[in-house]
């Protein structure tokens, strides 16, 4: 083979695109992941928050080189400030806490850190690298491969692979290219806005806070972040306020139950960014081709969390590309490509679709005060420790 063929070429290194690469790499396959920017995971746009179960799930090693906080449970808000607690280190005392022999539930996670740490775990188990390296578009040939257009610094190349894989996150082209339906909802796309502050508590909890006046058609959050730092932030549907999200962001700080616990706080960071609170899509193959991730709207409509179902849908899209090879596949037809997508239902999607019709019949309920309840009860229902959800 020469250096420009390879089994399978990712464009991506976020957590799925790493995922795919890692696994392909260890078990034989040549990779080749390229991601656009010169420094992984930056800007950081996202507040990482990861549960214990999705690192461990795909072998990731729990390491102090990118983890910030442990997390030992949540608290629910509604609008007016009465929680919903769900303390691990209360209700499974001799499981979950700080103390040496027990674990915590998750964590937060720095995004830049943890983006680079998977790379470099995919790099060690033998994928080739390449930052400042944009995929610009993917043919597939008349030999059953594809050849993919890359721009590497100011070089154009191209690539012949397998299969491409496009794990090139919310605004992904790779699906677009392909002629898929990837179209999103102004209606369910959350802006979103954080504060890295410091001087205020935190308790070890991921704290949620629902309700219209806060955060219409999203809620708004405390995650602590370590160092004494936390991030405050929110997520709002933009057809359901004529307001910013940082005007929200603004008046939950001043004028929320929170206002005396914030009002000492200073900011030190402001990051931001899209949220696809939508269903999975409807299709995610193609020749040649398959989506991971947020490219797939592989993240969870009722949370807005996409760390894990990327990390797990990773692993899903490798081991299935993996069989696909063993079994000495040499076509990669969309009808070939289709058992990832059947593999990825049958192991996720089918909660993900339920947890997203969930979240479309709280936001249709026209009455706000009915809408805030019901949401406030779904999320305290969904973070249950017996909630069908909780592996997601
Ligand atoms: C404000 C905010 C807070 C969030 N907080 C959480 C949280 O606490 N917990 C949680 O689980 N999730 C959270 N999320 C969601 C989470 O960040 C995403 O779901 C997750 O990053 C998806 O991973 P991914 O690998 O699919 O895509 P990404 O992490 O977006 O990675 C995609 C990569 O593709 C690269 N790329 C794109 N196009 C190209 C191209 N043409 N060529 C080469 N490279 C390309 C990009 O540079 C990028 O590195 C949050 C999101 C936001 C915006």
Not at 95 to 123: H, N, S
Not at 159 to 186: E, R
Not at 308 to 325: E, P, Q, V, Y
Request: charged share 25%.
């Amino acid at each position: 083979m020469t250096p420009l063929e390879y089994d399978l070429l990712i464009v991506g290194s976020g957590p799925a695109g790493a995922t795919v690469a890692r696994y392909a790499a260890e078990a034989g396959l040549s990779v080749l992941l390229v991601d656009k920017k010169q420094e992984l995971g930056a800007p950081i746009q996202c507040s990482g928050a990861v549960s214990r179960h999705a690192l461990e799930e795909v072998n990731l090693p729990l390491d102090e080189e990118y983890i910030l906080e442990p997390i030992y449970g949540f608290a629910i808000y509604n609008q007016v400030g009465e929680a919903t607690k769900i303390d691990y280190r209360k209700l499974k005392e001799d499981e979950y806490g700080p103390e040496p022999g027990k674990k915590p539930l998750g964590y937060v996670v720095d995004r830049r850190r943890f983006d680079r740490y998977c790379m470099t775990q995919a790099e060690r188990a033998g994928v080739d690298t390449w930052l400042k390296t944009e995929a610009k578009g993917y043919a597939p040939l008349p030999d059953g491969r594809c050849v993919v257009q890359l721009k590497r610094y100011n070089e154009e190349i191209a690539v012949t692979c397998k299969v491409l894989v496009g794990a090139d996150g919310l605004m992904s082209q790779v699906g677009k290219w392909a002629g898929l339906q990837t179209h999103i909802k102004i209606t369910e796309l959350a802006g979103c806005l954080q504060f890295i502050v410091d001087n205020v508590e935190t308790e070890g909890l991921l704290e949620i806070i629902t309700g219209h006046e806060w955060a219409p058609g999203g809620y708004a959050w405390v995650f602590p972040k370590g160092h004494g730092y936390a991030e405050i932030g929110l997520g709002v549907i933009p057809t359901m306020t004529k307001q910013s999200a940082q005007w929200h962001l603004d008046k939950f700080i001043k004028q929320s139950f929170f206002k005396d616990r914030f009002a000492n706080s200073r900011i030190l960071e402001v990051q931001g960014g899209g949220v696809p609170l939508a269903a999975p899509l409807r299709t995610q193959y193609a020749d040649n081709m398959i989506l991971v991730g947020d490219a797939a709207r592989h993240v969870n409509p009722i949370t807005g969390g996409g760390i894990h179902t990327a990390l797990n849908g990773g692993k899903i899209a490798a081991r299935f590309l993996i069989d696909h090879l063993a079994k000495g596949g040499n076509s990669f037809t969309a009808a070939d490509m289709k058992g990832y997508q059947d593999a990825w239902l049958e192991a996720l999607g089918d909660k993900m679709w339920k947890l997203y019709r969930k979240k479309t019949a709280v936001f249709h309920h026209e009455d706000i005060p009915t809408r805030d309840a019901y949401l406030y009860e779904t999320m305290s229902d969904y973070f249950d420790p017996n909630s069908e959800y909780k592996k997601i």
